[in-house]
């Protein structure tokens, strides 16, 4: 039988402490900081999530301070991305530059309850929820931003492309 991924869901206004409390930083492997993730706000997640799994949110994700910290703990934790109703804007910019998906849907979040079977086409923009059989269209990621994120972030996708390549 074949696992399938889960809808993880949150409220509004959590902020980057809540993502990833400053105890759990710095750290010399920012891989582990994926197991502490969301930990005091949301434990079940930080026990439960598996990879590929999704987080969905409420408006306001990602408010507080602008440490990147916060994106990169979510992204150690491998879920597939991210849909929120709203982001902060720093945190937003944030999750881009390190390569973790985000999308903006307050349709997904109202179609979805706790640990719903998910399945997410980000080229396409299609939130399936395979609990209910409710198909949801968001706005499919930007090309560019598919190219940051399966490079790894901004400065590996900049590693990997020439200035000439670039300004085309």
């Known amino acids: 039988m074949t696992e ?3 809808a993880w869901k949150i409220g ?10 400053s105890e759990y930083y710095p750290r ?18 930080a026990k439960n999530k598996r990879p590929g799994d999704v987080l969905i949110a409420g408006n306001n994700f990602g408010c507080g301070s602008s440490r990147e910290y916060a994106p990169i703990a979510l992204k150690h934790t491998r879920i597939k991305c991210i849909i929120a109703k709203s ?3 720093i945190f937003y910019r944030n999750a881009i530059n390190i390569g973790l998906p985000i999308i ?3 349709e997904v979040y109202d179609a979805f309850n706790e640990r719903d079977d998910i399945e997410v086409n980000l080229e396409k923009g299609i939130s399936k929820n395979l609990t209910t059989g409710q ?10 931003v598919m190219k940051i994120a399966d490079s790894g972030g901004i400065v590996e996708y900049l590693k990997e492309h020439s200035f000439e390549e670039l300004t085309r």
């Open 4 to 6: 399938t991924n889960k």
């Open 12 to 21: 509004d206004d959590i902020n980057t402490d809540e993502i990833i409390s």
């Open 28 to 45: 010399e492997n920012l891989e582990e900081l994926g197991q502490f993730a969301l930990f005091d706000a949301y434990p079940d997640f």
């Open 87 to 89: 982001y902060a804007r």
């Open 104 to 106: 903006i849907s307050e």
């Open 135 to 144: 198909d949801i269209t968001t706005e499919p990621l930007p090309a560019f």
